[in-house]
Structures are given as C-alpha cells and as structure tokens.
C-alpha cells in the first residue's frame, strides 16, 4: 500500500525513497537527484515513461493494480478483477470510498471508473505528446485508429466510444483488448494507464497537467478507504 503526505511531493524532486540498509549500522540509504541526467522531469504520469519520474509519482498515485514486495501483481484501486475465457475482455470492480486528494491532503472529489476512461483519452490525443501511446495502441481495441485520426486532427469523440475501455458504472471498468492478452493485468502498472480527473484537468489545463509541484493536483488513496 502506497501512502503519501502532500507536503512530500516537493521533496519528492530531490527523493526518490529511503530505506534502511541491511547492515547492523542503523544507516539509511538516501538516493538523490545530483545530476542533470538524473532530475526528476515531470509528475505527468501519463505521457511520461522514464524511470526516474516513476520512481517518484508511482507513491502518490495509484492505478488497477500493483505489485507487491514480491514483484507479484495484486489489486490496488481495483478491489478485485476479471478476465473472460478468451482474456480479451477484462472487467475491474474499484474500491469503496476512494478519493482524489489536493497536495494538502483535503478532498477534492471521488475516483470514478470514469477517471480511467480519461487516461486513455488523453494519452491518445496526439496534441498532449504522449510518450506512452503504444502501450495503449499495442493492447485496446480501435485505440490504435482513434489515435492515428488524432494525429491527422480528425478524430471525434464518437469516435472515442469504439476504443476499448468504458466505465460500465461508476465502480466498473471494463477493457476490450485486440486480442487475447492474459498478461493484460501486468501491463496497468504502467502510468498512462492510472486514473486522472477530468475536471481536474479542465481547471489546470491539460499542457500543464503535472508539469509544476506548485499545481495542488489530486492524487488517488485507497488508504482512505481501508481505515
């Protein structure tokens, strides 16, 4: 389980954890951010795939599903999944009580299966430059067609309604895949594929999403939810 305080998000630029060592000393283990090649560039988790920034937002937002301590994939927003026979169609049941947090810790609205339907959306419009598109178009049905028709400025949003994800209510998701993909569950660990409010985006500006600490974007907990 992921838990973050607001006010760390700024010290998350110099941080990426720490953590005892396994020596008798007592020391902890610092890592930071010295080198240019090393800063921490972005919170947009969902157009951004270095592994510097994900080390960072991957503790204050959380998606589907996350691995353990053991690398194994278990539930994280979703309280429990699904897939058909054919594993080309998943289905994900989200958590009671599930928030969206300001950088001070205060609520600013519930997480909806529709937060992830966003994500997708936004990561296939090609006017936000996402770097994680593939990882969209390799596995959801028609995503790959409505990005390509982003990209030549003629996609609509009834367009939007044959790509593969919808919110069958407010706590369901559901995915329709190209084709079988029973490792589907491992792939939405990826950031472009975590929840993002659409209101949210609307007030900020989707250029701006995650661009600055200074923006009190909501972030996700199910801590919340389980006290």
């Not at 305080?5 to 951010?33: E, I, P, R």
Request: aromatic share 12%; proline share 2%.
């Amino acid at each position: 389980m992921k838990k973050t305080v607001g006010s760390l998000l700024v010290a998350a630029l110099l941080l990426t954890g720490c953590g005892s060592n396994s020596s008798n000393s007592g020391l902890k283990v610092y890592h930071d951010y010295e080198t240019q090649s090393r800063e921490v560039t972005t919170f947009n988790y969902l157009s951004d795939f270095q592994a510097t920034n994900a080390q960072v937002y991957a503790n204050f937002v959380d998606g589907l599903v996350e691995n353990d301590n053991k690398g194994q994939i278990i539930e994280s927003l979703a309280k429990d999944y699904s897939a058909n026979d054919t594993k080309d169609v998943w289905t994900f049941h989200l958590r009671d009580g599930l928030k969206w947090l300001r950088q001070d810790g205060s609520e600013y609205g519930d997480v909806t299966a529709q937060d992830f339907v966003t994500a997708v959306k936004y990561s296939l419009d090609a006017e936000n430059g996402s770097n994680n598109t593939s990882m969209i178009t390799a596995f959801i049905k028609g995503a790959d067609e409505y990005y390509e028709a982003s990209k030549a400025g003629t996609a609509t949003d009834e367009m939007f309604e044959n790509v593969g994800v919808k919110a069958v209510d407010d706590k369901t998701v559901e995915f329709t895949l190209v084709g079988s993909k029973p490792y589907f569950d491992t792939v939405l660990t990826y950031g472009c594929y975590y929840p993002v409010n659409a209101k949210f985006l609307d007030e900020v500006g989707k250029e701006n999403f995650g661009s600055e600490p200074k923006f009190s974007f909501p972030t996700s907990s199910k801590n919340l939810a389980l006290t």
